[in-house]
């Protein structure tokens, strides 16, 4: 920015489901930022949004065309947290406004999306940050300073588990949900925060085995079961499980890493908590660690977004990378479609993956829905 003293002008794209995690961010931060406007297609939303944080009397504008909205206000920074598959349509058109963005989960739908969010944002010289809130968790954190410092030694596997709870009502509550174009399955939506962390800790994957299927979701077009084995090009392994089939609700979200000379577990209702932590160098620390770097989301979304923001808001002043980058939103999307490609193919697929979408796989259980 020019003016490095000035408050970031923000605006919020999309006021569903997971928007008051974003405004409850930018209120944190409100040091840095100032929520200039809002907007929603549907204006109920705005209302209800602004109202659970008693903005609705303030001079926050509402606007339900963000074009307009943009035009207008011409904010410093964007969040978009609308339905997937307008991510990045609407994320290019805030770059190329010369707004900073961050983009909620995943990236985009496709890689070819991807890479022009990430070529643009660097033409335009603004960030461009991919909504992966979990990586600010204290446990990740603590386990992410573990395996940076070498207390693992040489990594041998780790295991991803998404055991989670979609009813008919939650489809049934927006139209794009569960559809290869707009959405995806429970791995692109529900599972994606889980693997961009197994990523994240083991580096790049050199090749995939999956099998994905709808067992219990008749009225999606995408899987609500993935299973995969990852081979990373460090000679480690990942496995994944990710699916919204478990009764009678939300089970958990697990991260567990094995080395050579440290095993870690983190759990809880989205990888919050340390559940395991022994290591060669120092097993004494056990129940400390387990005590201090746990915490107990109300929901799966955690507590992350408003580190997040805050590193956003470092970002744009001090002219830096945000730590959550577009490219790290491209890698999240590169490992859940190799996994699509993988049980669509019915063999292995290496990596990396090139121009590969979501809707490359439409039609991929429509044989089942006809039995």
């Known amino acids: 920015m020019d003016n490095p003293s000035k408050k970031i002008k923000y605006v919020l794209i999309g006021c569903g489901r997971i928007a008051p995690n974003h405004i409850a ?4 931060n409100d040091k840095e930022l100032e929520i200039a406007a809002v907007c929603d297609i549907i204006p109920e939303n705005m209302e209800k949004l602004l109202a659970k944080f008693g ?7 509402r606007y339900e065309d963000y074009r307009e909205m943009l035009k207008i206000e011409k904010p410093d920074l964007a969040a978009v947290a609308t339905d997937s598959g307008k991510h990045a349509e609407i994320a290019l058109e805030i770059i190329n406004a010369g707004c900073n963005v961050i983009v909620e989960k995943p990236i985009a739908m496709s890689l070819d999306d991807a890479d022009r969010l990430i070529a643009a ?45 979609r009813v008919e009502d939650y489809y049934r ?23 961009d962390l197994l990523r994240w800790m083991l580096g790049d994957p050199v090749e995939v085995m999956a099998y994905t299927d709808r067992l219990a979701h008749p009225y999606i077009e995408a899987e609500d079961l993935g299973l995969a084995i990852v081979k990373f090009k460090n000679g480690a392994y990942g496995l994944i499980e990710g699916t919204t ?8 979200e697990t991260l567990y890493i094995f080395g050579e000379k440290g095993t870690v577990k983190a759990g809880g209702k989205s990888v919050n908590r340390i559940e395991e932590w022994s290591f060669a ?13 746990s915490e107990n989301p109300p929901n799966v979304y955690g507590f992350g977004h408003t580190p997040l923001y ?26 859940v479609l190799a996994i699509y490609k993988s049980a669509a193919l019915g063999g292995p697929v290496k990596l990396p993956l090139e121009h590969c979408a979501s809707v490359d796989f439409t039609g991929r259980f429509d044989k089942k829905a006809e039995r």
Not at 55 to 61: G, M, P, R, Y
Not at 181 to 187: F, Q
């Open 281 to 293: 160098d120092n097993m004494a620390e056990r129940e400390d660690v387990i005590k201090t770097f």
């Open 310 to 335: 805050a590193d956003m808001a470092s970002a744009i002043k001090n002219d830096r990378d945000p730590y959550v980058s577009g490219e790290a939103g491209r890698a999240a999307l590169e490992l």
């Open 245 to 252: 089939n478990v009764f009678p609700k939300n089970l958990e």
């Open 121 to 165: 944002a660097k033409a335009k010289g603004v960030k461009l940050c991919a909504c992966h809130q979990n990586r600010f968790n204290k446990s990740i954190q603590k386990i992410r300073a573990a395996l940076e410092t070498g207390r693992f030694g040489k990594l041998y596997h780790a295991a991803a588990h998404i055991r989670w709870n």
């Open 25 to 28: 961010a930018a209120l944190a």
């Open 55 to 61: 903005l609705e009397n303030s001079k926050i504008k």
């Open 173 to 195: 509550q927006a139209s794009w949900r569960g559809k290869w174009a707009s959405d995806g399955g429970a791995l692109m939506n529900q599972c994606i925060h889980n693997i």
